[in-house]
Every structure is written in C-alpha cells, then in structure tokens.
C-alpha cells in the first residue's frame, strides 16, 4: 500500500465575490489562506485520490475540468478522484456554466420568458447585478483556471510522491454540529427559526458529534497526516467579508503547533445539510449584522453560552475543539496500523428521481410570485429573492421535469480496509447518513457530501412537508423518495464489498 500527500493554497490576485448568502458579499482581506489538501492511495491493484477543498461546493463542470487535467497522469484513472468541498461561505466558487447534472438541456431562456410574462413590463423581477462584470473582481473564468489548476496540481503531486505507509482508524467526539432547522406547533419549520416563542416544540432533527479519524504513516511509522470526516459544513464566519476556510482552518493551524508544520490534515464534511455550528436554543446574538432575512431577532434575552458561532471568536472555539479531540484520540493511543488490506472502489453512477411538483403547485406558485412583484415599489434587493425563492423554484421545476425525470448521480463507495467510504453531490440531511453509518458492516463509515458535483440540499420526508429553506424544491433536485434510494443502494454497495 501507497500514500502520497499534497497541499495547494489558492491564490486570489483581486477581490473574490463570497458564495453562500443571498446579499452580495466582495471580499476585503484574507482571515486564512485556502487549500485543497489530497491523499492519494494505491494497493497496485486499485487506488482512490480523496480531496479536501476549501471551498463552498464542487459542481460537475468544475470536476470534469479537474479530470481533464489529469488525464496525462500516469497510473491515475481521473474517475476514482473524489473532490469534495468543506462548503465554506467565505470563499468563491466556480458557478459558470451550469452547476447541476439536472441541468443539462434544459434552456434558461423558456424560464426567464415564464417569470416575465407573470406582470408587466415595470414590475418585472429583476435579479441582482452580475458581480463579475466588474473588472477589479475575480470573474468565472479566472476562478476556474486557479481553482481548477490548484485542486488537479494536488492530486497529481499527491499520486506522484505516494510512498509505503500505513493507516490507523480511530473515532473521537467534539460537539460542532447541531441541527439549524426549527420545529412549530403548527407542523412547519424553518431553517435558522426563532426558538424564543411559545411555538417552538423543537429541533427537527439530532446532531452527530463523532469524528471519524484516519492517521496516517510513512515507512517508518511517521505520522504524515490525518483525514478528519465531521457533520458540520464550515460555517461559522459565513456572513462576513473576508476570505476564510472557517474552523478547518483555526483546526489544521493547532495541529500543526503540535504535531509540526508539515502535518497535513485532509477535512472532509459528513452528512450535514441540517446541520451548522450554531445553537439556536441558547441564541448568542453576532456581534454585527449579518444581512441574513432568516436571523432576525427582536430584543434576544442574553444567554450564558458559546461565543456568537457567527464571529472569529466562535470559529476558534470550534477549531480548538476538533484539534483537542484529535491530539487527545492520538495521545491515547492508536491501534496497529493497518498495511497490506484490500482496497476496493467502485464508482456508482445511481438514477435518483427528480423530486416533482403537481400542477396546482406551479398555479399557486405563478399566483404568489404575481402577486408579490405586483405589491413591489422599490428596487429588489437580497431579502427579495429569498422571498420569492421557493415560488420560483416551483416554476423552473415544471419545466424542468417536462424534459428530465432522473438525474444522473455520481456516487463513490471505497472499502479501505476495515474503513467504508461513501460519497454523494448533495448536503445530505443526516438523518440518511446516520442510516448508511448504522445499516454498514463497515468498522467505520467515512460520509462524505458535497462531493464531484453540487446537487443541493436532499431533505427528509419530515422536512420537506415542514418546508421552509433547505427543504424547498428550489433547495436541491431530489426529494426524500431519491434519498431513500440512495440509502439503500449505498448500504448495499458496502455491505457486498464487506461480505
């Protein structure tokens, strides 16, 4: 067995515009550099690259144009990459050219020609300014040639160095996690809800505060590395204005302090879509604005708890939290490390269903987008197009299912040893990650989401009649009937390599 390592910082000569809020955010300096951090693994007799990128997803377009590039490299098969994204919102994105395998044939156009001819011609919905029009920003292109170019120079160093090694797996806990959907008594929910109300009956779903851990040596039984799989996006500074790989960061800088500089540690985000650093039972006010529709609080009581999980203070109260549970599994001691074991990775192109809406969903949604743009006076800005998001998410979805009932999804199951792996392109709520982790005969199950394309968000049953942001048919292109397929077949994938 093979291990090779690689890291590359990415570099932003101008301003970068920050992905992941609906207010148009530029950024102003950089908090911390951003990485892709690669192992690349080889028995002689089948391999897998894992990726580790600071960004806030990985869609299809950007993969294949990583594959390409590494089409010259020798020994390497492109497909058994598997890139995925911590799903930090301070950090660009490549969003050019399409971004859902969904997608593909379907004309933009027809659908901007639908919610035009809702209301006349003054109070047409007008989206916000193209930011990479402007000159002193990064535009797609230029995101795509050093995003792209970083992330392959990774993999291929990582492929091209990999040397005789050896691995142990281990499991640790930090509480990081916690679930951003809120529960009513009238059966509804929201993502990021007001807790402080005599409405409130619960978090709609659990929390998973393990740590799947693999430590890896070199020949001599050096530590190189770690890969660290945890079901929390990164997403504590979100709102603000500067470049940042969020908790990862402040994590991978305290293990270096202790175990040395050259230490590379490979984060990968478990499944996670409800999921976020943030406890909205003991509400910690930011200590500024965040420009977010959905954290709006009239007068919160203070509360005795973490520091605000929107600010550097609580990013370094995470960080902190996972490198202590990692030195302390480490110090603890570790089993054997494993060496001559089967490595097995099979690539499963699944035919999940595209989550559909009924006609009386498209004429109430043609109804309430009308209505709304009719009552609007001024520009719209940011808080618009999150109040008209799940109306015209119903609209683009009727035609798009007019030329599209499966979408094509690309999804990685690896036995390592006595480790699975298990990869999907969506924020995968986690309740179905908790499925395939408990039905899998692996010893540990690595989930990693967010990974070769970007799909969105696949709510559970629960939520998708609870609605609300996350769960929305705007939110991602398959519904919880897609999801309990892709449950079923990724346990069974598992379960036949671990016979």
Not at 34 to 46: F, H, P, Y
Not at 67 to 77: P, Q, S, T
Not at 414 to 430: C, D, H, K, M, Q
Not at 450 to 476: I, R
Request: negative net charge.
């Amino acid at each position: 067995m093979k291990y090779g390592w690689a890291e590359e910082k990415f570099v932003f000569p101008k301003p970068v515009a920050l992905m992941g809020q609906f207010a148009t955010r530029i950024s102003e300096y950089e908090e911390k550099p951003l990485t892709v951090t690669a192992l690349a693994v080889d028995s002689g007799e089948d391999q897998m690259v894992l990726c580790g990128v600071d960004i806030i997803g990985i869609n299809y377009p950007l993969t294949d144009e990583i594959r390409r590039r590494l089409a010259d490299v020798k020994g390497l098969d492109p497909m058994k990459v598997v890139v995925s994204a911590i799903h930090t919102h301070t950090g660009p994105g490549y969003t050019g050219r399409g971004g859902r395998k969904a997608n593909i044939g379907f004309d933009p156009a027809i659908y901007n020609e639908k919610i035009n001819s809702l209301v006349p011609a003054e109070k047409r919905y007008v989206d916000k300014p193209n930011v990479y029009e402007n000159p002193d920003i990064m535009n797609g292109d230029e995101l795509l040639e050093e995003i792209a170019s970083k992330i392959a120079k990774a993999i291929a160093t990582a492929w091209e160095t990999r040397k005789e090694g050896s691995f142990s797996n281990a499991f640790g806990r930090a509480v990081v996690g916690m679930c951003r959907r809120v529960s009513y008594n009238d059966g509804s929910a929201q993502m990021w809800g007001d807790t402080n109300t005599a409405m409130f009956t619960e978090l709609e779903g659990g929390n998973d505060s393990g740590i799947e851990l693999m430590y890896v040596f070199d020949e001599n039984k050096k530590l190189t590395g770690i890969v660290a799989n945890l079901a929390c996006p990164a997403q504590c500074v979100q709102h603000r204005h500067f470049i940042s790989p969020d908790f990862w960061g402040e994590a991978k800088m305290l293990l270096r302090k202790h175990f040395g500089e050259d230490l590379f540690l490979l984060p990968l985000c478990s499944a996670a879509g409800d999921q976020c650093p943030v406890d909205l039972v003991r509400w910690v006010e930011p200590e500024s604005d965040v420009n977010d529709p959905n954290l709006k609080r009239n007068n919160p009581p203070k509360r005795k708890a973490d520091p605000s999980m929107f600010d550097l203070a609580g990013m370094r109260k995470t960080g902190k939290r996972i490198a202590n549970e990692i030195i302390e599994v480490y110090n603890e001691g570790l089993d054997e490390p494993q060496t001559d074991v089967p490595l097995i990775h099979h690539v499963h192109n699944m035919q999940l269903p595209l989550r559909r809406v009924t006609m009386a969903e498209e004429k109430e949604a043609c109804k309430e987008a009308r209505e709304y743009l009719m009552r609007k006076e001024e520009k719209t800005d940011f808080n618009d197009t999150a109040n008209l998001q799940k109306a015209f998410g119903i609209i683009r979805r009727a035609l798009l299912q007019e030329i599209r009932d499966v979408v094509d999804t690309e999804v990685h199951i690896i036995r390592l040893g006595s480790i699975a792996f298990a990869s999907n392109p969506f924020e995968l709520f986690l309740d179905y990650g908790n499925q395939i982790k408990a039905r899998s005969k692996a010893e540990q199950s690595f989930i990693i989401q967010l990974a070769c394309a970007a799909d969105g968000y696949l709510p559970t049953e629960k939520a998708e009649k609870a609605g609300h942001y996350s769960a929305f048919v705007a939110s991602g292109t398959i519904g919880h009937i897609g999801g309990e397929q892709l449950v079923r077949e990724t346990v069974q994938d598992i379960n036949e390599m671990f016979k």
